[in-house]
Nanobody, 112 residues
Framework: QVQLVESGGGLVQAGGSLRLSCAASGRTLSRYSFGWFRQAPGKEREFVAAISWSRGSTDYADSVKGRFTISINVAKNTMYLQMNSLKPEDTAVYYC?????WGQGTQVTVSS
């Protein structure tokens, strides 16, 4: 079993930055890839970024490439999403995911 707890969301003006955190607990974390997804009102949940817990390789949605950076701190069992140059269209609930497990989500609101 894996537990995921997100934090770090909030309200920011366009062009600003936020850093999301996802604290993970449970066994065999190193076997999984971890990712961030987001869901805006009235839209389906979409992929944002992913990282391999053991190798550190990363992948990004085209819409966030060059602006967002995913990373992990293995010692702290925590994954991060550094979000820079935020746009109003980045407004969504952001979810941490691994395998079939999801966090509760954290709201990110970007004002124009």
């Amino acid at each position: 079993q894996v537990q995921l707890v997100e934090s770090g969301g909030g309200l920011v003006q366009a062009g600003g930055s936020l850093r999301l955190s996802c604290a993970a607990s449970g066994r065999t974390l190193s076997r999984y890839s971890f990712g961030w997804f987001r869901q805006a009102p009235g839209k389906e949940r979409e992929f944002v970024a992913a990282i391999s817990w053991s190798r550190g390789s990363t992948d990004y949605a085209d819409s966030v490439k060059g602006r967002f950076t995913i990373s992990i701190n293995v010692a702290k069992n925590t994954m991060y999403l550094q979000m820079n140059s935020l746009k109003p269209e980045d407004t969504a609930v952001y979810y941490c995911n691994t395998n079939t497990y999801w966090g509760q989500g954290t709201q990110v609101t970007v004002s124009s």
